[in-house]
């Protein structure tokens, strides 16, 4: 009798630990994907680095398109964002990134590769991203 229970403990342990590594191994090949279109502006998501939810940017980042389309353009616009991943309460100081499309005359797909270079309190930082973008007419 006091077998089965631990056994079936031990079942549901594999089980969880399986769907656990499959979702990591899965995480690896998901690709964030876009889909915009002719002369549409899109917000990527906010541009900030704190420490102790407070900013130590001097000044806005810097962004360079390193891989991409030519109808594609990356800008960084100056705002107040709430840095969620850290936990902070309180809006910080600065932008969001928008990705605008130009004139598209036919559908396409392409990657766009990009680095965001921080200038802070601690040094010059940077981080890399990446996205395929579908463009439409």
Do not use: H, W
């Not at 964030?32 to 000044?59: D, H, Q, T, W």
């Not at 705002?79 to 969001?96: D, E, I, M, N, S």
């Amino acid at each position: 009798m006091r077998l089965a229970p631990t056994a079936i403990l031990a079942m549901v342990e594999l089980a969880i630990a399986g769907i656990t590594i499959g979702a990591s191994a899965q995480a690896q090949v998901d690709v964030r994907r876009l889909g915009v279109k002719s002369g549409e502006n899109i917000e990527l998501g906010p541009v900030y680095f704190v420490a102790n939810c407070r900013s130590i940017m001097i000044g806005l980042p810097e962004i360079e398109i390193l891989e991409g389309p030519p109808e594609v353009t990356l800008s960084i616009k100056e705002a107040q964002v709430l840095p969620r991943r850290q936990g902070c309460a309180a809006p910080v100081a600065g932008g969001k990134l928008m990705l605008s499309a130009k004139t598209v005359t036919e559908p396409r797909e392409a990657k766009l590769i990009f680095r965001v270079k921080y200038k802070t309190k601690d040094g010059d930082r940077q981080i890399s991203n990446s996205y395929i973008v579908s463009l439409f007419p």
